[in-house]
């Protein structure tokens, strides 16, 4: 007698859950960048006293992770 493993979840619902699992990690570590970003940039303005420089780096770095995810989350990893 032979040990069957017995898989009942269909093909799409596997790539499905793979695509959500996929979008929901790269939210996540957007988040988490961007939360770094912004601490970083609080500390430079008080801690610092480089309120502009601050200020330029947090818009400009919240652009450039908005850019960066938009050009790299278009790629299909199924």
Excluded: K, N
């Amino acid at each position: 007698m032979a040990v069957v493993e017995l898989d009942t979840t269909p093909t799409e619902e596997v790539r499905a859950h793979r695509r959500t699992f996929l979008g929901f990690e790269r939210l996540v570590l957007f988040a988490a960048l961007h939360i770094a970003l912004t601490l970083a940039c609080l500390a430079l303005a008080f801690v610092g006293h480089a309120a502009l420089f601050a200020f330029l780096l947090g818009v400009g770095g919240t652009l450039a992770l908005i850019a960066g995810f938009v050009v790299f989350g278009t790629q299909t990893e199924v």
